[in-house]
């Protein structure tokens, strides 16, 4: 009697098989978790978003405002003229622009308070941002500073500020645009903008855990 003949796919050994299977459930799995731990994340960093002034009236030796945001300048003129502070001091400013124009944009009178403002022009980043205003609070000798930026930013900056002024005492003041809704989740301008800023704070905790030597450092 004739043997039956083997098919080459029935010889064929299903090892190699349930070998490539597993390695694809293994990173399947994998990126369901990183998935879900980089949503657990975004869920925790808008938890880290102020929804309010926590401190409104504390005095600090200076008033710091970020640039780039809707509203913040008019609210750190806004603090200089109500004597929260001595002097204000605008970071990440462009070349060409001066006291006198910034004033007028934030619809202040210049006069009284165009000498106690100082404009940074050296920052383009929020890391930046940090690093102009250590070296002007050590050239004026002051140990706090309120802190002016967008809300949703102000994780991010209290992050990069502390990490490079970790003697400074810092107050934040963050500043409530229109556009930006609350319940981000639901508004995808928003949602896109809470997302972005999620993502660079990660990249700034990643980069806070690399040794680097802060120039023009006390």
């Given at each position: 009697m004739t043997e039956p003949i083997e098919s080459p796919e029935e010889a064929q050994d299903p090892e190699p098989h349930r070998g490539w299977l597993r390695r694809a459930l293994a990173i399947f799995g994998a990126l369901v978790l990183l998935a879900a731990l980089w949503l657990g994340g975004l869920i925790w960093f808008a938890s880290l978003i102020p929804t309010s002034i926590a401190d409104p009236g504390r005095k600090t030796d200076a008033i710091v405002v970020l640039t780039g945001g809707s509203g913040r300048l008019k609210a750190g003129f806004d603090l200089l003229a109500a004597g929260l502070g001595k002097k204000l001091f605008i970071s990440g400013v462009y070349h060409g622009v001066d006291v006198d124009e910034?004033?007028?944009?934030?619809?202040?009178?210049?006069?009284?308070?165009?000498?106690?403002?100082?404009?940074?022009?050296?920052?383009?980043?929020?890391?930046?941002?940090?690093?102009?205003?250590?070296r002007w609070m050590t050239a004026q000798g002051y140990k706090s500073l309120r802190l002016v930026t967008s809300a949703y930013h102000m994780p991010r900056s209290l992050l990069e500020f502390r990490r490079v002024m970790p003697d400074i005492e810092i107050v934040p003041n963050p500043v409530f645009a229109e556009r930006v809704k609350s319940d981000w989740w639901l508004w995808p301008g928003t949602g896109n903008l809470v997302i972005g800023e999620y993502?660079?704070?990660?990249?700034?905790?990643?980069?806070?855990?690399?040794?680097?030597?802060?120039?023009?450092?006390?």
């Amino acid at each position: 009697m004739t043997e039956p003949i083997e098919s080459p796919e029935e010889a064929q050994d299903p090892e190699p098989h349930r070998g490539w299977l597993r390695r694809a459930l293994a990173i399947f799995g994998a990126l369901v978790l990183l998935a879900a731990l980089w949503l657990g994340g975004l869920i925790w960093f808008a938890s880290l978003i102020p929804t309010s002034i926590a401190d409104p009236g504390r005095k600090t030796d200076a008033i710091v405002v970020l640039t780039g945001g809707s509203g913040r300048l008019k609210a750190g003129f806004d603090l200089l003229a109500a004597g929260l502070g001595k002097k204000l001091f605008i970071s990440g400013v462009y070349h060409g622009v001066d006291v006198d124009e910034l004033l007028r944009l934030s619809r202040v009178a210049p006069k009284p308070l165009e000498c106690c403002v100082t404009l940074g022009y050296a920052a383009e980043s929020t890391y930046g941002n940090a690093l102009e205003t250590r070296r002007w609070m050590t050239a004026q000798g002051y140990k706090s500073l309120r802190l002016v930026t967008s809300a949703y930013h102000m994780p991010r900056s209290l992050l990069e500020f502390r990490r490079v002024m970790p003697d400074i005492e810092i107050v934040p003041n963050p500043v409530f645009a229109e556009r930006v809704k609350s319940d981000w989740w639901l508004w995808p301008g928003t949602g896109n903008l809470v997302i972005g800023e999620y993502d660079k704070y990660l990249a700034a905790l990643v980069m806070g855990a690399i040794p680097a030597q802060i120039p023009g450092g006390s």
